[in-house]
Every structure is written in structure tokens, then in C-alpha cells.
């Protein structure tokens, strides 16, 4: 006969209350671990998936994720030209903000280099990839969005062709891609009002011109609209991509782009360590913090259970002690419920956050690694909250029973 299943067996109700609010505090230490695997996920995942080998920036910054970049969009052929370089691309990247039925909605726009790049590497669920160089947009399902639905963003209607799976932002945004000239109209958009007075402003400062004296037929340039206008540049691209040619290394073209003045090149690596040492970092230890915090919280309310359900047998083990059982059978007995009662607070734990983690907004990512350590820390908790019903028990007289 065992003690411990028996005792448990006794006081079945207190057992399973207390179970589950320790599994329910394990959950969270659980969450918190998920959390932090998803930001990593969340934020390294464009890198991975974009299939580059080297970032072009603008020079002096850390690339398009972790600050603003604009390098001109000819240094898609710069690069290009440069031995060992398969292909380049443009890319364009920025966060907006609209309202889709009363409720705000963030969307993370990438711009997509067609028809060079038409997404074709996106993981679809629904529809295709790009097909026109306009007015087409492949949404993430974290943004609601359905095949065939159109959505208006600036002063264009976009309809939706396709629907990609877990592709979200390093700010948890779901993404949405575009032609690299419809993401940038999306991004430069201004209001009609604020086009009229630039254009305005632009005669104004004509007038006082020179040459526009001389010839003022000039003038009449000034109210066409800014693409164009031949002395003003094209809209600048975040970054320009790079896939290195099979037999070159990727650090010998990178030496050749360090040399000039205006960019600066990382490798894919070099991306992602920029983003978890930048903006993950103090997600990072935040939420170690949180975890080492519950997880103290867990011992120690665990160590007071355990205290409690000694006190609350003292006669039993009294009466245990002068019948003859030695203190093994004793200290058995409480080593053993602890044991059972975090294993089962640790499954209740696991069962409770399958079913919960994938209704958060950010991504819950449940590793094996995380998983395996929270148990050895959950038996090494049972062992050492149990310690204090031990010494107490152990301090048990048996006349106590005869009382």
C-alpha cells in the first residue's frame, strides 16, 4: 500500500484545486518561455525566409529592420555589375496604420522587386503569388484578409490574391507584400490639399528663378506632378538584396561594397544578430526576469502546500512513528506527493497552454528545449519545497498521537 496515493486519495478535492492553480501558475512560466521563442521566430523570420546572403544598407545604419535605410534604387544594378553576385533585388519595408471596420490595423507593407520577385517564395495557403506590377497585394491570415477582397490604401483600391501562414513582423504585425512601386506610392501618399500647395510653393520659387525669367515657358513644369519632374530623383528603396553566385564567397563581394561610400553590406547573419541584439534584447531579459520571478513564486507557494498538508496530518504521522515506521516511510510519504503534485501541475501546465497559446496575439512557440527544462525545474522545485513538511514531520513526536 502506498501512503502518499492513499493520503491523496483521502483529500482528493484539496489535491486537484491545488494542482491546478499550481499548473496554472506553471503555464504562465510556460507562456512567458513561448513568448520569448516567438519574438526570436517573429523577428529573424523575413531574414530566413527572404533566401539573401547580403543586406546593402544605407551606409552607417543596421539595415531596414532595425532603423530606417534609403539607398537609390539604382543600386539594384550597382550591385549587379559586381563579380560573384547571382542576382540583386530592391527591397522596401515600413509599418502603417489604417481602420478596417472601426477597429485600427497595422500592417507591415514589403515591397516586392517584380516582376524580378513576385513572391514567389511566400508560403501560400490560398491563391497565387503577384501577377501585375500593380494594384495586386498577398496578405498574411493574422490580418483577416480573404482572396478576392479589396482594400483601399492611399489613393488605390489593392485586391488580394494570395494569403501566406505566420508571416509577421518583428513587431507582431502580419505583412502584407506588394510591387515595390505600390509599396512605395502606399508609403509617400499625400493628401490632395498637401500636393496642391507643394505645387504651389514650387511656382513661387520658379518666379524668383533666373532661367525661368529668361524662358518663363519653364514655369509651366512646376504643376506637373513630382515622378515627373526629370531634376527629381525616384522614390529611394529601404535595402537592396543579394544572392552570391555558387563558388564565390559572400565576404569577397562584401569587400568590394564596403568600398564604396554611401552603403554598407551585412551578411544574413550579421542581419539577424543586429535585430536579437537590438530590438529582442530587452524583450529578451524582461522576460527572464518574469520567469526567474514566477518560478521563485511557484517554490515557494508549493513549499507553503506541502508545509500545510503536513500540519494537517501531524497525527497521522504520529500515530505512524508509534506504530513503528521509520522515518523513510515518512519522509517517502511527503517527498512522494510533492512529486506527484507537480507533475501533474506541470501537465495540467502543458494541456491548458495547447489549447490557449494559439488564441494570444503574438505567436506562443512551445520548444522541446524549453519544455525539458521547465520539468527538471518543476521536480527540482517539488524536491525542495518539500523539504520543509519534511522537517517538520521529521520533529513529530509519537506521544503526540496519544494527545
Known sequence: MN???KDIKHNWGRFVLTAVGIGMLLMVVMGMGGIYRG???DATLLVDRVDADIWVVQRDTRGPFAELSRVPPTLVHRVAAVPGVQSSRGFVYHTIQRERWGHPMRIAVLGLDWPTDQGGWLP???GRSLRRAHYEMIADRSLGMKVGETIPLGRDHFTVVGVTDSMISASGDGLAFFSISDA???QFDSPGEAIRLERSARESRGEAFEAIVRQPSLLDNASNPTAQLPAIARSQVSAVMVKVSKGHLAEDVMSIIDGWGDVSAFTSDGQKQLLLRGTVEKARRQIGMFRILLTAIAAIIMALILYTLTLDKIH????LKLIGASNFVILGLILQQALVLGLVGYAIAYLLGSQLFPHFPRR???ADIDLIQLALVVV???IG???MGIWKALKVSPNEALT
Open 3 to 5: 501512503l502518499a496515493f
Open 39 to 41: 519574438i526570436i521566430e
Open 124 to 126: 501560400l495557403v490560398e
Open 184 to 186: 512605395q506610392s502606399i
Open 316 to 319: 497521522s504521522i504520529a500515530l
Open 364 to 366: 506562443v512557440i512551445l
Open 380 to 382: 527540482a522545485i517539488s
Open 385 to 387: 519545497s518539500s523539504l
